[in-house]
Structure formats: C-alpha cells, structure tokens
C-alpha cells in the first residue's frame, strides 16, 4: 500500500512540549563582524592600524597573516577589542564577536588573493570550499536561456513566502523520483529559501528555545554550529564515533553524550552524505538516530544536501551495455602511471555505504524527522543560495512558515528553477553526468594521493575526502599556514571541531569538483609544501 502525508494525521507528537517562536532577532552581516578583515595586498588591524604590504614581487613573496589557532581561550585579533564609545551592540552581538568561525579564516584569506591562471597565477586555490565547477557551461547554458531567464511583470512583484506552488511541486517530483521517499512528497512538505543555512536556523527557532543543545556526530560541518548558534543560539555536543569507523555511532555513545550534556538537548542534527568524509550511513545506523531520538523525545534533522551527488551509486547503477565501472574512471596519462601504485590503508576507513535517504526509510517518528536539501552542490548553484527544508508535520512546516519571510528567494530565480525541474529529461540527465565527472575526478585524484603516499578516507558521495598529513610532524595550524603560503587552501579537521589529539588531527578535507588542470597545480603545490617541511 503506498503511504501519503494524510494517512499520517493520526500519528501524534510526541509527548514533549515544544514552544514555537513566533519572532526571534536576526543580527546581519554576523560574518563581516567575526573575520579579520583581510582586502588584497593588505591586512588590517582596525585596533593599531598595522598593515602588512605585499612586496614589489606581487604574490611571489605574499605572507599570511597570522590569525590565532582555534581553541576554547583563542579570540580573533581583529575582531575582539570591543569599543566603549561610539556604535553600541547587542549582548547577543558581542557574543557572537568573539566567537570564531574558523571555515572562515583560510576562505577570506583565499578569497583576496584569489588564483587566476592569467591574472594572477601565484593565488591561492581553493580547495576548501565545497563548491562543483565541473558543469558551469552546462548550467549556464540551461539557466541563461531566454525563454527561462526572462524577467516577467508578475515577478516584480512579491512571491510566496517559502516558493511558489509550482517550484515546490517540481522540487517534490524531483525527490520522490531520486530519494525514493517512504511517504511521497508534496508541495505541503517543502518550503523554499535562500540557503540551508538560514533555514537550519529557522528550524533552531522553531524547535529549540535559546540555550538548548543539539547532538551531532564528530567530527561535523563546522557550518552547522555557527547557522544554528548565531540566529537560534542553539549549542552543538559532539558524539564521539566507534574506533575504525568516523561515520558509525553506537547507542551507548549517544546515551553518554546525553547524560553528560550540560545544556537541555532537544534533538539530533546529522548530514548525510557526511560532511567531511564524503561517505553515506548506512540505513542501519540512521534508524539507530531515529530510533534513539524517539526513545528520548528528540527531534532528528538530516542535511541531505549532497543526496543527488552520491557518484559512486549513481554511476555503478546506470553502466552503459557493454562497459564497467572502470570506464567511468579517469585514464590521462598521469592516472595510467599512477594506477598500479597501491593505496595507503586508512585506520579510520570502516564500510562503504549506499546512499539511503532519511525519508525512504520505515521512519519511527515521521512527525518529528525533518530534512534539509538544496540546489548550491547537486546543481552547482552555490550563488543563487536555494536550500529547502523537508517535513511531515504540519505543525514544524506552520511555524517556520511564519519566519520563512526573512529567506524569502527572489521570484525570478523561482521561475527558473520551475523551468529547469519541469524539463525531467534534462534534470535526470544532468544529474547523471555531474556524477560522471565526479567519479572520474575522485579517481584521478586518489590516484596522485597513491602515487605520494598520502592516505585518505575512500569516498562515495559529494566532492571531497578527508586526506592524512601526519607526515608533515607539525602541529596542523602550522601546516594549514605553510598551504596557504604555498597557495592552497583545504580545511584542517579543527573547522569540523575534531577533538584536540594526535588522532584526529592533522586531517585535511580537499575537494576535487574542478578542472584536471587546476586540480593537478594545487595537488604539485601540496606536494612541495610537504616536500619543503621534509626537508
């Protein structure tokens, strides 16, 4: 018999009682106020006003600026002198001031001096920011079309709160063809606006009161604390991972992390595919959450924002007649060279999982399971900020309702969307060969990490893995620094608050959704960085 959402009003809530803000305050522009502020060439202290030049030799010789390491006593240099005079500041603001975001860091002093290969070849390339530039003219193409992008009367003028009827059914049609959900979709269960993080905040209003806690398995998004902690001021508890296995958490583990939490907790939030690993739970352990959250009257929020980037399913599944796996993998001459080179075994591997979507499961609290999905990585649309949120219950999908006009996306790009989705056609088959892509540039990645004996976590899913620098035998700031100083930026595992040990440090995520070309320069440029501290 097939499930829909109405055959779900019987089921009640659970029994504990939940208030739903019907308003809460926003603070703008919270990350201008927690970054060094960094422009081209210079760096700028507002408090003494020092300012670090680059040389004659343009980028040849440009330094980073030292930024404090990331531990619970460290403040931002630049942002933490708090005047007594002038502009004045919420209690909220100034908490919020000395906190650090530390994925923010190497991502500002990426961004000014950004890597061009004509412009400015000595930049930084950035491969810390989860961003898919492999079907850029494949995108544009579709979204620049005339017939789609043009800009009609009716939308110069205000839309729907959380998305038009039309591009929230599109957007159910699309999930319940790929996600396979247990209870198919509809308009009622999607609300749309601009980015997953602002609506991950929504649910923190509407779910947690301020100072409550949510778990989170560990190492985690670093995003989550600060989308979550800034607007909602909810507070992330990590939940320690079984030996082996970074994405398998045992009932004891969460059992312990409850106990000892010394905030309320309300719920779980997970990502799934994980973020940093770029692998999938498997369906046993996300029942494990659910099952636990519904034990203890928590809530469980999944981000399935990688869901539809799951190359490795997606490409074993659909092998053309007569060819096999193999032939989807890279084979330049490079990839030829370096293919025998065996693979340094990972401490941490555990198993491989198949993408199993939260919602396609037999769900022991439907009500209180909610989801996050957008369009930023599975169609390379970061800039145009569409996340959605997911849910059965009608009561959660009301109250961020009442919110959803501070993330309210412009009518134009609804229309868009609505054009894009309405053509199946093209939409499966995009999403086909953007996994192409991904599985051919994951293998010729894997294959330069073999050839320099640099172990990694195998992936499955999204566009990065988390790679081994403990070779270097420096502390991983240092190392992050040398990087950067060597143009290239990847995410050290404290931007996902790994726990302060020898184990879980000195871990990297590196993504690899760009061209073979600049892919190869920022591998060459790791290589010498690490050669250079050999030496």
């Known amino acids: 018999m097939t499930l829909t959402t109405s055959s779900l009003e019987s089921v009640t809530l659970s029994n504990r009682k939940r208030r739903i803000f019907s308003s809460i305050d926003h603070p703008s522009n919270l990350h201008k106020d927690i970054i060094p502020k960094i422009k081209k060439g210079r760096f700028i202290n507002e408090k003494d006003d020092r300012i670090f030049k680059k040389s004659s030799n343009e980028d040849k010789d440009f330094k980073i600026p030292i930024i404090e390491k990331n531990n619970k006593k460290s403040k931002i240099t630049t942002s933490s002198h708090i005047p007594t005079e002038g502009s004045k500041l919420s209690k909220r603001a100034l908490e919020i001031q000395k906190e650090e975001f530390f994925l923010s860091k190497g991502i500002v002093i990426a961004r000014n001096n950004k890597y061009h290969p004509e412009s400015n070849p000595n930049g930084i390339i950035n491969l810390g920011t989860a961003e898919n530039k492999l079907n850029n003219a494949e995108i544009l193409s579709k979204i620049n079309d005339p017939k789609v992008s043009c800009i009609t009367a009716e939308q110069l003028l205000y839309g729907p709160n959380p998305g038009s009827d039309k591009l929230r059914s599109e957007i159910a049609k699309l999930l319940n063809r790929h996600f396979h959900p247990k209870i198919a979709l509809n308009k009622e269960n999607i609300c749309v606006g601009n980015g997953c993080a602002p609506l991950l905040n929504l649910y923190g209003e509407a779910l947690f009161d301020a100072g409550d806690a949510f778990l989170v398995p560990g190492p985690f998004y670093g995003g989550f604390e600060a989308d979550i902690k800034y607007g909602a001021r909810a507070y992330p508890i990590p939940v320690q991972h079984e030996e082996g296995d970074y994405l398998k958490v045992s009932e004891a583990s969460l059992e312990k992390a409850l106990i000892n939490a010394n905030r309320p907790v ?25 099952n636990f959250a519904k034990r203890h009257g928590l809530f469980v929020i999944c981000d399935e924002i990688y ?11 659909n092998i053309e007649e007569g060819k096999s796996i193999e032939y989807y993998e890279c084979h330049c001459s490079q990839c030829q060279d370096n293919k025998s080179i065996k693979r340094i075994e990972s401490n941490i591997d555990g198993e491989s999982n198949k993408f199993t979507s939260i ?18 990585k599975d169609f390379c649309l970061n800039g145009l900020r569409i996340g959605i949120t997911i849910s059965y219950s009608k009561t959660v999908i009301s109250a961020i309702q009442k919110l959803y006009f501070l993330t309210c996306i412009p009518t134009n790009i609804d229309n868009i969307l609505v054009h894009m989705l309405s053509d199946e056609k093209w939409t499966d088959n995009f999403i086909l060969n953007n996994n192409h892509k991904l599985y051919k540039n994951y293998s010729h990645l894997t294959n330069s990490l073999n ?6 976590v195998k992936g499955d899913s999204g566009f990065f893995i988390y790679i081994d620098l403990h070779q270097a035998r420096i502390d991983e700031y240092e190392l992050w620094m040398k990087l950067l100083e060597g143009g290239i930026y990847i995410s050290p595992s404290q931007a996902f608050f790994s726990e302060n040990n020898y184990f879980e440090r000195n871990w990297f995520r590196i993504y690899f959704a760009i061209e073979a ?7 060459d440029r790791l290589y010498k960085v690490l050669k250079s501290i050999k030496n």
Do not use: M
């Open 359 to 376: 919602f396609s499961l037999d769900l022991p609290d439907p009500l209180n399971t909610h989801g996050l999905w957008g369009f930023s």
């Open 517 to 523: 070309k600049e892919l190869d320069l920022s591998l």
């Open 266 to 290: 309300k719920g779980i939030i997970i990502s799934n595919p994980n973020n940093p690993f770029g692998r999938s739970y498997s369906a046993e352990q996300l029942l494990l959450f659910c």
């Open 451 to 456: 050839a320099h004996d640099i172990p990694y």
């Open 307 to 317: 869901g539809l980037s799951t190359w490795k399913n997606i490409v074993s599944e």
